[in-house]
């Protein structure tokens, strides 16, 4: 889904700037007794892409293993190991140098709804379209959607369910889980960012609008000055196709910007999980994430 109508903009938020950050995220698994084995992935890669720079990545895993990178289906960057030895701890620090500068190109003008639905444009991005077990759409979530669709161009419809699913949900760290489901957390009236993108990518989607699930990182601070270390967010946002793809982040109601690094795209969280492994042993482990930013730039 590249090509757009003939007439193209500069979007306003080039001001903004560029910005180059550090970003150390640490992972630790504390097993509930001694592993014997386990096999992991890791998406914790920032995308090298238009308006962002991968300068450094490494990926650093105790205890120590053979590990090798692939790129998955959708693009992003996958470490991958396994680990035979008996162990009971697992960590993984990914260590990253990364310059953002998401508003210097130029973007297509938004399409109308002839153009964003034409059925060759919907075969291209059908694995945008369609619905996931995470993404469907609540009933009057999809309701809204289809009565705002029916009187503002697509841009418009995106920028406002963005607008009233921020409005009616509250972000409440800790209240939802990885497989709660976008219904689910609606229903809640509360919910993470992970919740926050699933709802409006099912909500697009059920109108026709092209929508994707983006996993990454945030720095939350956008005035902190160059050179101090901040307590970062994996966060997740939403992109969306009207003509050229566009990047918003819902749970603050603003387009993803200079302080938001892209690591993977998916259909949902599904597709994107940071770290993802089964093991050999007891059931149960203790998870402990850590995010640190550093604005160098």
């Known amino acids: ?59 650093e895993v105790t205890p120590r293993v053979a590990a090798y990178r692939y790129t998955d289906y ?57 619905d996931r077990s995470g993404t469907t759409p609540d009933p009057e979530v999809a309701e809204y959607a289809r009565a705002r669709a029916a009187r503002l161009s697509p841009a418009d419809t995106a920028l406002d369910i963005c607008g009233w699913v921020h409005e009616r949900m509250a972000y409440v760290p800790g209240s939802t889980g ?21 709802i409006v990518v099912g909500a697009l989607r059920s109108v026709g609008i092209p929508a994707r699930y983006i996993s990454g990182y945030l720095h939350p601070f956008p005035d902190a000055p160059v050179g101090r270390t901040v307590e970062g967010q994996s966060h997740a946002w939403v992109e969306w196709w009207v003509g050229d793809w566009e990047s918003f982040d819902p749970t603050n109601n603003l387009p993803a910007g200079s302080d938001h690094v892209v690591v993977a795209r998916g259909r949902d969280y599904d597709d994107v999980p940071p770290l993802r492994g089964v093991f050999s042993g007891r059931s149960g482990s203790v998870l402990t994430v850590t995010v640190e930013v550093t604005r160098l730039r």
């Open 1 to 59: 889904m590249s090509d757009g109508p003939v007439s193209s903009t500069i979007d306003n938020g080039a001001a903004r700037g560029q910005s180059r950050l550090r970003i150390v995220h640490r992972t630790v698994v504390a097993y509930q007794g001694l592993v014997h084995a386990s096999y992991n992935e890791v998406r914790m890669t920032p995308l090298t892409m238009p308006g962002q720079l991968a300068l450094e990545a490494r990926v």
């Open 74 to 130: 959708f693009g992003a960057q996958v470490v991958a190991f396994d680990t035979q030895a008996p162990h009971d701890r697992l960590e993984v620090v990914a260590t990253s140098l990364v310059e953002v500068d998401p508003y210097t190109t130029v973007r297509p003008a938004p399409a109308s709804w002839e153009y964003v639905t034409a059925p060759h444009r919907r075969d291209r991005a059908i694995e945008w379209l369609v």
């Open 178 to 198: 990885v497989s709660t489901t976008a219904s689910q957390a609606w229903q809640a009236g509360s919910g993470v960012c992970q919740d926050f993108a699933q």
